[in-house]
């Protein structure tokens, strides 16, 4: 399994729904199951509601769960943070901090999680596996 | 040699090619006053200028060659004439001429370079065969010729040079003795218990220490070489004799050229080094300068340089120079710093402490108002001498209490003196005259390593004894230059963790986002990082102790914190329960390895005296608590910034020896401070005695029962860094007990900086542990009641926030691996070993 390979996902409309409003941490992450055209993948997925009213980026991200440093399923329960101007997850293990847009490692530019369009419908959130 | 000068240079001549007189031909190489003068250096040994100060490396292996101060064509191709075995015997001051068995000189200036000569008590039979000094070359070479066929000797005189010349008999295989006139060795630096305990010591390496001894007459000796007979008639034999009695200055020719001589010898000069006569200049051990002669290399390089300025017209003085020491004779450290006896200062003070165990003496003068360092006197460890020497040289003031200079480290005294304490005129490196002034300058000038600034500034080049020292001193100033020292907590606060406790604490904040709102920077993300939200996180609760799982402080938390467990390498985590003192029942007992086996949770006592059950899955965190707490356990926070354990022994209760109950006690603390949060984690222990099998004093706090109640030791840490706890209370109640901690760990919740242990932060407290007293014992501050009071909200506001989470729903909710699926996590894979689970 590796965190580097970027896959195109295919044009067909492949969104899902995964889990509502309800499951989310405010300025924290959850971890859910997605569909994804190589077969199931575990998603970290991070709400950061002011950022809108802020007129800043998203309020909703999706990476990879699998942090490669540990080889464990424990991103969703690292800390969002903001280095340098980009959002941010710390791993909770060793520290490595991925920004949320693009999943790239700032400690390591070889290192990349992969990352899903998120988005809310309604009270749903919604990812395109 | 220098024909091809064109003015006429004017003659200089200087008499003596020892140590001095060299450092004087350096200097005028150096500056180019060759131009000027055209040198001639006469010196009455056989060999170049050598290293004295080191001449006992002879015996040890040196050459002639490899002790000399320069190479052997420095003076030739440096174009100055140096003319060895030829002394001078006359000075003629109307013709201005020096004259030798060689010829007659002309001089316009002349230095006298001359030193000193060892003195040879008017014994009769003092020049009998076998009667030797010990101060050239030459006198080193007779000794060991004398050493051959001989099995024993004796040196006069029990000073420093008389011990290095025991030293060197000892190493030439003779049997020793050193008879001492005194009634004590080192009389000039040591006193009588430093010579006494100097006396045991020399002893005990086998040479005879004779003290109070007049030799009246040397004799032929019966079964030895010769004899000593003493003023009681007792007799020494012996096969060679050292005198070793002192120096006097070799001021033969000034005083037959009618130079003004002091009354006990010592060409007179002033400050310029000019003696009587403008034309000549006197340096080094000759010279007399305020009635003192100095002994040293480095008081003489100095003269030196004043007699180069002289020669110059420049406007170097000599203004006299520390005769302090430090040496180590016969393997011996010895140090004396000014007025060691305190005998020139009326009303000084002394301290002084003495361990017959390990030998060693260390004495303090103090100035009446207990503010300055006077003098010092150390025999059997030097360690403190630097310090010592700083605060004596540069009139440093003292601590508060003067002894903790002197009491031995394990008692948490004697704090070192930072480099960054020395003012600019600390002279760092005698030799040479470099202080701190200089050293700041070459680096503010390009010097980037200490390589560099010993080249700038010839610091730690001559005697090396500054070496230590100058590191320190460049290390630190380069450091305050380099990277300057941001003391900002991250990028999202300009503030110290301190400063935002305060901040906290004055406003009344009670959220990370106002905080951040409020003082963040303002050119940064308002969502702060992995740095700034634990600690803040960790204040507020300090602070305000509200539940680390409610929706605001979600966000802020480390995952140890958010899952109330510490996430092990494979993303499981691990359940300690709190097991106060470390006693637990066998119900207890049982539940836990019945819930550690329903969960298959691999179980190991740990080293904090409890039970840390490994291996939980996220999901089943929840109801792993739910079944402990119904057995009456309550979270343990190992996986918090606060209160881990306080380990204890099993104390007066069962243990023959035990005075307290040490585990009672533990118990009583570890449910009073359970569940502060701190800058770091903080670990206790109750020792019921003195034997101490709880290792207390390796704890942030340790109690050590004594009959009359508890001693209190604070800032011990095991871990990376080994710190024995310090002594803080004696013969405390329990109430005290209490009082005392609370404040002490408030304080340090109050003003460590994040991820500080109690080690660290008392280290790098200004003032110390007398500080810390008495902020704590005396209320400095004034600070007390309101310590007392933040503890007693913190004790008062405790809930298990384990009993708290499952409580809620909401909470509860977080407990899940996945939001859409319930299946466990398959990539968590076990494996067994030792009949438990582990990670594949
Ligand atoms: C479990 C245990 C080892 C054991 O199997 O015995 C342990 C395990 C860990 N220790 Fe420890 N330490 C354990 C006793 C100790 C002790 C002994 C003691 O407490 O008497 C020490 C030395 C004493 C001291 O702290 O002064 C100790 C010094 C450390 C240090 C170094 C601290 C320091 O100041 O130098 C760390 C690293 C840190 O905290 O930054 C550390 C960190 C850790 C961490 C938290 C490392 C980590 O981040 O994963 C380990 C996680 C434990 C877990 O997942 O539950 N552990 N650790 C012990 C738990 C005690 C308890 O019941 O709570
Ligand atoms: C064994 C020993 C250990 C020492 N240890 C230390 C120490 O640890 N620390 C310290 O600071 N100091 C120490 N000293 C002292 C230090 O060596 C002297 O302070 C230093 O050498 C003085 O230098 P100087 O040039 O004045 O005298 P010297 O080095 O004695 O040089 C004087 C020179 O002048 C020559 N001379 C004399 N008369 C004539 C003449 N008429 N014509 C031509 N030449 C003449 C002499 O032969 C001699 O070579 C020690 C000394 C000894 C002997
Ligand atoms: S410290 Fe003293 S009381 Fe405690 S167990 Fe050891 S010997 Fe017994
Ligand atoms: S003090 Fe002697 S080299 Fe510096």
């Not at chain 2, 150096?30 to 131009?35: F, K, P, Q």
């Not at chain 2, 310090?387 to 004697?414: F, K, R, V």
């Not at chain 2, 708290?804 to 909470?811: E, F, G, L, V």
């Amino acid at each position: 399994m590796t965190a580097t390979a970027l896959k195109h996902t295919v044009s067909t409309d492949t969104w899902q729904p995964l889990c509502t409003k309800a499951d989310l941490v405010a300025f924290s992450g959850v971890a859910a199951w997605l569909n994804t055209s190589e077969g199931p993948a575990q998603v970290a997925i991070f709400y950061l509601p002011r950022q809108r009213s802020q007129g800043q980026e998203k309020e909703l991200y999706a990476l990879d769960h699998f942090d490669p440093f540990s080889n464990a399923n424990v991103i969703a329960r690292g800390i969002i943070g903001d280095v340098k101007g980009s959002s941010v997850v710390a791993s909770p293990l060793y520290k490595q901090h991925f920004r949320l847009e693009d999943g790239q490692c700032l400690e390591d530019e070889n290192i990349k999680l992969r990352t899903w369009k998120v988005a809310f419908r309604g009270e749903e959130v919604w990812v395109e596996g | 040699m220098s024909t091809q000068k064109l003015a006429t240079p004017e003659q200089l001549i200087i008499i003596g090619n020892g140590m001095v007189g060299h450092h004087l031909v350096e200097q005028l190489v150096d500056n180019a006053a060759l131009e000027r003068y055209q040198v001639t250096v006469f010196g009455e040994e056989r060999h170049r200028a050598y290293d004295r100060v080191h001449l006992s490396e002879y015996f040890s292996g040196r050459d002639a060659d490899s002790l000399a101060l320069c190479e052997a064509d420095y003076y030739a191709t440096s174009g100055v004439e140096l003319r060895t075995s030829e002394a001078v015997i006359e000075i003629d001051r109307n013709s201005q001429e020096v004259v030798t068995e060689q010829g007659r000189y002309p001089y316009d200036r002349l230095v006298l370079a001359t030193g000193s000569f060892p003195f040879v008590p008017p014994i009769p039979g003092n020049d009998r065969d076998g009667c030797l000094v010990y101060r050239t070359l030459d006198d080193l070479d007779a000794i060991q010729a004398a050493a051959e066929n001989a099995t024993t000797g004796v040196v006069v005189g029990g000073g420093l040079l008389g011990l290095e010349a025991a030293n060197a008999l000892r190493g030439l295989n003779l049997d020793t003795a050193v008879v001492e006139f005194a009634s004590r060795l080192m009389p000039m630096q040591v006193d009588n218990e430093g010579g006494e305990l100097l006396r045991e010591k020399i002893a005990a390496l086998g040479v005879q220490v004779l003290t109070e001894r007049a030799t009246q007459r040397i004799e032929p000796g019966e079964t030895s070489r010769l004899r000593m007979v003493f003023q009681d008639d007792k007799v020494l034999e012996t096969d060679l004799i050292v005198f070793s009695a002192g120096i006097r200055p070799q001021d033969t020719l000034a005083r037959e050229c009618g130079l003004d001589i002091g009354e006990r010898g010592g060409v007179v000069v002033d400050n310029q080094c000019l003696t009587s006569d403008p034309a000549i200049l006197a340096i080094g051990e000759v010279a007399l300068w305020n009635q003192s002669i100095f002994g040293l290399v480095a008081p003489g390089y100095q003269m030196a340089k004043a007699a180069f300025s002289t020669l110059t017209e420049g406007d170097t003085q000599f203004g006299g120079a520390d005769m302090s020491t430090k040496l180590k004779l016969l393997g011996v450290d010895v140090g004396s710093i000014g007025d060691a006896h305190g005998n020139q200062n009326p009303g000084a003070r002394m301290f002084r402490y003495l361990d017959p165990i390990k030998q060693e003496y260390r004495k303090l003068v103090v100035s009446s108002d207990g503010k300055k360092l006077l003098g010092a006197m150390l025999v059997g460890n030097n360690s403190v001498y630097d310090t010592l020497l700083q605060y004596y040289s540069n009139g440093i003031e003292l601590p508060d209490e003067p002894a903790s200079l002197i009491l031995p480290q394990s008692s948490g005294a004697a704090p070192t003196l930072g480099p960054g304490a020395l003012p600019e005129t600390a002279m760092i490196c005698s030799c040479h005259n470099v202080t701190k002034g200089n050293i700041c300058t070459a680096i503010d000038g390009d010097a980037t390593d200490l390589a560099n600034v010993k080249g700038a500034t010839k610091a730690s080049t001559g005697c090396g004894g500054c070496t230590a020292l100058l590191k320190s001193v460049v290390d630190h100033e380069l450091e305050a230059r380099g990277v300057e020292v941001d003391k900002s907590i991250c990028e999202h606060f300009a503030h110290t963790r301190q400063e935002l406790y305060d901040i906290v604490r004055v406003e009344g904040i009670k959220t990370f986002s106002e905080l951040i709102e409020k003082h963040g920077n303002q050119d940064t993300h308002c969502l702060g990082c992995d740095i700034c939200k634990p600690a803040v996180a960790s204040i507020l609760a300090s602070c305000f102790n509200e539940p680390i799982t409610d929706a605001a402080h979600i966000p802020l938390q480390d995952t140890n914190d958010t899952f109330m467990a510490n996430m092990q390498k494979n993303g499981t985590y691990s359940v300690v329960p709190r097991v106060a003192g470390g006693e637990i029942t066998p119900d207890k007992l049982i539940v836990l390895g019945e819930v550690a086996k329903k969960y298959s949770l691999y179980s190991k006592v740990t080293g904090g005296q409890r039970i840390d059950l490994f291996g939980a899955r996220l999901e089943d965190l929840p109801d792993i608590w739910g079944e402990l707490i119904a057995a009456g356990f309550e979270t343990g926070h190992a996986y918090g910034k606060s209160l881990r354990t306080v380990k204890s022994c099993v104390g007066s209760t069962w243990c023959r020896y035990g005075v307290q109950d040490s585990v009672g006690m533990a118990i009583q603390l570890e449910n009073r401070y359970k569940g502060l949060r701190s800058p770091h984690k903080i670990k206790f222990g109750v020792s019921g005695c003195t034997r101490e099998c709880a290792e207390a004093q390796s704890k942030d706090i340790g109690i050590i029962a004594t009959e009359n109640g508890w001693n209190l030791y604070v800032c011990g840490n095991g871990g990376m860094r080994p710190r024995h706890a310090e002594l803080f209370a004696t013969d405390l109640d329990d109430e005290q007990l209490y009082r005392t901690i609370d404040r002490f760990l408030m304080f340090y919740v109050r003003t460590a900086d994040r991820l500080q242990r109690t080690s660290v932060w008392r280290e790098n407290l200004d003032g110390g542990l007398e500080y810390l007293k008495e902020v704590i014992l005396e209320d400095s501050l004034g600070i007390n009641s309101e310590l007392e009071r933040q503890m007693q909200h913190v004790v008062d506001s405790y809930q298990c926030e384990w009993a708290n989470a499952i409580s809620d729903p909401d909470k509860l909710k977080r407990f899940r691996s996945f939001v859409n699926d319930d299946r466990p996590d398959p990539s968590i894979i076990m494996t067994s070993e030792r009949g438990q689970l582990r990670p594949a």
